[in-house]
C-alpha cells in the first residue's frame, strides 16, 4: 500500500457544533492513506458520527459550528466542498436508514445512486438486480420502503452504495439491524469493496467482535472528542484499553483470558482461527471439568402461563403468510430472545400480541383472555412494548408528565396516580431527575423513561425491540442489569426481540427461532446457538466462543455456559 498522500487528512483540528459551549472534536491529528480499512471505535458521544459527518460533507454544509485546523477529503479542504462535490468523493452508508430513502421503491432506491451518475437504462436495470441480489433483496425490488422490515431497509441502502465510484465508503453502524449471518456477509462484501475495488473504508461499528470477521487495517480509538490510540487490532486487543473505554472485547478473548489467565503474546489475537489451539487445550478441559455444564433451572417451571398462541396466521397483503405459528406457550417470568433473519416476521409477531396488528386467523390467549375484542389500551395494560428508538415513544415535556400520562389516559388521578408514578420513576432509577424536561436526558436515561412510563400499569411482559442497539458496551451493561432487576422485581415476563446473540446467551433463558414466520427452535439460547442446522437456517451466527471450542476440540454448548455464567 503506498503510503504517500493521504486521502483523508485532519490537521490540529477541532470542531465545535454551533449550539453546543465546547468543541466535540479537538485538535485531530489523523492520516488515512487510499486503500486503508478503518474502524473508528469509541464510547457513546466520543464523536464518532461527528467525525463520520466531517468526512462526508454534513459538516460543515448541514450541521452547522466553528471549525479551527484543517481536513482535507480527497485533496479537496472541507471548507470548500458542497454536500454535492462530497458526494462524489464519499459514498456513506448511515445508521438510520429510513432518512436514507429517496426511491419510492427498494429498486428506484438503489436505482437513484446509478442515475446520478448518466449509466444507461439497460446498463442500470442489470446493476441494480445485481446489487439487490448481493444484499439478498432481488425479490423485493418493486417493495415499497415503508413495506420492508428494519433489516430490510439497512440493506437496501447498503445496496445502493455498491457501483458508485466514490474511493472513500463511510459506514457508520452498518451491522447494527441485520440479522448476524447477513451482518457476516456484508462484512465480506465491504472487505471486497477494498480489496477488488480500492476503495478507502472507514466504518464506526460497536459491533466489534463481527467486524473482526476479516482483517481490519487500523483502529483509531477516540474518548470525548480526542483520539486515545491507533494502531493494529492487536495493539488494542493484547491489553484491557478497549474495556477501559467501554468497548467490548470478542467473546473469544474473554474466554481466553477468564481461563488461561495471561493470554500467550506470541499470536494474533484478532481471528480465533490464528491463535495455536495446543497452548490452551488443558487449560480449558480443566476449567470445564470444574464446572457444571447444565442448564440453570428453569425456575419458572410451575409458574402460571400468560401467553397462548393458537394457530396464529398474519398476512399484510391477503396473499403472502408472515405469521404462521401453531402453538406457543409463555410463562410468567420467562426471560425470552426471539430471534431470526431479517424479514422472518420477528416485529410483526410483536405486534400482533400488543394489539397494533391483529390476526388475520387464529388467536392469542393473554392471563387466559382472547385479546379479539380487547381494545390496544387494553391490552397494552398487560403487554408493555418498548420500541428501539424512544424518541420514537415519548409524546410529553417533562419526565414526571411522561410516567403518568398512560394512567391519565385510563381515568387514574390524585394519590394514586402520584403514587404509582412515584414507585415506577424509584424502580427505573428516575425519581431524582422527574422535573427534568425530556430533552435534557441522555439516550440511556431517555430508554429507561419508556420502561417506567409502561411500568407504571404493572403489565404482565415486557417485550423490547433492541434493547442494547447502538449502545456501547457499559450502557449495554448497566441497561441490562436495569432490565434484570425490574423483571425479577416486579416478577414480570421478558421478551426482546434481537439480533445480538451475545445479548440472547447472557440475558435469556429461553430462545425463540422464527424462520418466514414459523417457530423453527423453543429451547435453551446455548442449545439453540450449539445447533447448526438451526443457525444457517435462522440467519444466526454461533459467536467466536463455539469457534474456539470447535479449535480447542472441546464442546461448544459447554463452553459458552461455563465461561458466560463465571
Ligand atoms: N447536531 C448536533 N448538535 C449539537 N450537538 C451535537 C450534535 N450531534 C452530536 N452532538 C454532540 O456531540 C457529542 C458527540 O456525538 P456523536 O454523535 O459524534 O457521538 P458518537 O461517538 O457517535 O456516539 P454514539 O456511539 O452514541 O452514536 C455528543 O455529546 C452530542 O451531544
Ligand atoms: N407494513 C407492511 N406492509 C407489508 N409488508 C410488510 C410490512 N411490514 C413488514 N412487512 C413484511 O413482512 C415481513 C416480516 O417483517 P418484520 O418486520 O416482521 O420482520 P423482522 O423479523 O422484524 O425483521 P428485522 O429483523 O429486519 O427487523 C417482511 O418480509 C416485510 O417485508
Known sequence: MSQSQPIISFKDFSFKYKTQQEATLKHLDLDLFPGEKVLILGP??????????????????????????????????????????RGNDVGTVLQDSDAQFVGLSVGEDIAFYLENKNVPLHDMQAKVTKAAEVVGLDSFLSSLPFDLSGGQKQRTSIAGILHGNAPILLFDEPLAALNPSM?????????RLNHQEHKTVVIV??????????????????????????????????????????????????????????????????NVDLINPSDYQSDFQKFLNNRSSQPDKLTQKDAKGIIDVADLRYSYD??????????????RGEKISIIGKNG?????????????????????????????????????????????????????????????????????SGRELGDRVAEALNVTDLYAMRHWPVNALSYGQKKRLTVASLLVLNPACLIMDEPTAGQDFEHYQRMMAFVDHVIQQKQMTLIVITHDM???????????????????????????????????QAGL??????RLAERIGVN??????ASINV
Open 318 to 331: 391477503g396473499q403472502h403468510q408472515v405469521i404462521n405459528m401453531v402453538h406457543l406457550h409463555i410463562k
Open 205 to 270: 461499528e460497536h459491533r466489534f467482535e463481527e467486524v473482526l470477521h476479516k482483517e481490519i487495517d487500523k483502529i483509531v480509538l477516540l474518548n470525548e472528542g480526542q483520539i486515545v490510540k491507533i494502531g493494529k487490532p492487536d495493539d488494542f486487543l493484547k491489553d484491557d484499553i478497549l474495556e477501559k473505554y467501554g468497548i467490548r472485547n470478542p467473546l473469544y478473548l474473554d474466554a481466553l483470558r477468564k481461563v488461561s489467565g495471561n493470554l500467550k503474546q506470541d499470536h494474533d489475537l484478532w
Open 344 to 412: 422472518s416476521g420477528k416485529s410483526t409477531f410483536a405486534k400482533l400480541l400488543t394489539g397494533i396488528l391483529r390476526p388475520t386467523t387464529g388467536d392469542i390467549l393473554e392471563l387466559g383472555k382472547s385479546i379479539k375484542h380487547q381494545t390496544i389500551q387494553q391490552i397494552g395494560q398487560q403487554m408493555a412494548y418498548i420500541m428501539q428508538d424512544p424518541n420514537k415513544m415519548i409524546v410529553k415535556d417533562t419526565v414526571e408528565d411522561e410516567v403518568g400520562l398512560a394512567l391519565q389516559l385510563r381515568g387514574i
Open 183 to 191: 451482518s457476516e456477509s456484508i462484512v465480506d462484501l465491504i472487505d
Open 44 to 85: 457513546s458521544g466520543s464523536g464518532k458520527t461527528t467525525l463520520v459527518k466531517c468526512i462526508n460533507g454534513l459538516i460543515p454544509n448541514q450541521d452547522k459550528g466553528m471549525i479551527s485546523g484543517k481536513c482535507v477529503i480527497n485533496g479537496k479542504e472541507i471548507n470548500h466542498t458542497s454536500i454535492f462535490q
Open 556 to 561: 461448544g454448548e459447554n463452553l459458552a455456559r
Open 502 to 536: 451475545q445479548l440472547a446467551l447472557e440475558h435469556t433463558n429461553r430462545a425463540i427461532v422464527i424462520d418466514q414466520g414459523a417457530v423453527i427452535a423453543d429451547d435453551d439460547p446455548f442449545k439453540v446457538l450449539n445447533d447448526k442446522w438451526i443457525v444457517r
Open 541 to 546: 451466527r454461533q459467536t467466536s466462543i463455539y
